[in-house]
């Protein structure tokens, strides 16, 4: 089975290795380590990404994209490019709504938003989150509900 991002005629195996049109899923797992793969930098705090999951799919897909970002530019502010978007497939609108989404639901800020510029982005309660699971993790997590 093949997994597509955007585009029908670009397979996952393209984006993953960055190697040509050529490239199999098996060239893209045959890589030893993470060099030419990306993924998504961790810890991510599980309330933070709780929070999100309650939101429209715009925002789910957002916040996964606010997690990557964070762990790229190992940084809580950082510019939301329309290119990274574009690389986890959300459109301008359905990038606008997301951020919109998680902006009123407290997880992030826009501190710098103007027309045809990049919205620049600090991420908020990410540690706060963190050290709340870490005090409340003295057994199983509880009171999530999974729908």
């Given at each position: 089975?093949?997994?597509?991002?955007?585009?029908?005629?670009?397979?996952?195996?393209?984006?993953?290795?960055?190697?040509?049109?050529?490239?199999?899923?098996?060239?893209?797992?045959g890589a030893k380590g993470y060099s030419g793969r990306k993924f998504i930098c961790g810890p991510i705090p599980l309330l933070w990404m709780c929070k999100a999951v309650s939101l429209p799919k715009c925002g789910i897909v957002v916040a996964l994209l606010i997690s990557?970002?964070?762990?790229?530019?190992?940084?809580?502010?950082?510019?939301?490019?329309?290119?990274?978007?574009?690389?986890?497939?959300?459109?301008?609108?359905?990038?606008?709504?997301?951020?919109?989404?998680?902006?009123?639901?407290?997880?992030?800020?826009?501190?710098?938003?103007?027309?045809?510029?990049?919205?620049?982005?600090?991420?908020?309660?990410?540690?706060?989150?963190?050290?709340?699971?870490?005090?409340?993790?003295?057994?199983?997590?509880?009171?999530?509900?999974?729908?």
């Open positions: 089975m093949k997994y597509y991002l955007q585009d029908e005629s670009e397979p996952i195996a393209y984006v993953i290795s960055g190697k040509g049109q050529g490239a199999s899923m098996k060239a893209a797992r990557y970002c964070r762990g790229l530019e190992r940084s809580d502010r950082f510019k939301l490019r329309p290119a990274r978007l574009r690389e986890f497939g959300i459109g301008r609108s359905s990038g606008s709504r997301g951020i919109l989404a998680l902006e009123e639901a407290g997880l992030i800020r826009v501190v710098d938003r103007h027309r045809g510029r990049a919205p620049l982005i600090e991420v908020l309660n990410w540690e706060s989150s963190f050290t709340a699971e870490l005090s409340a993790s003295s057994g199983p997590i509880e009171n999530i509900q999974v729908y």
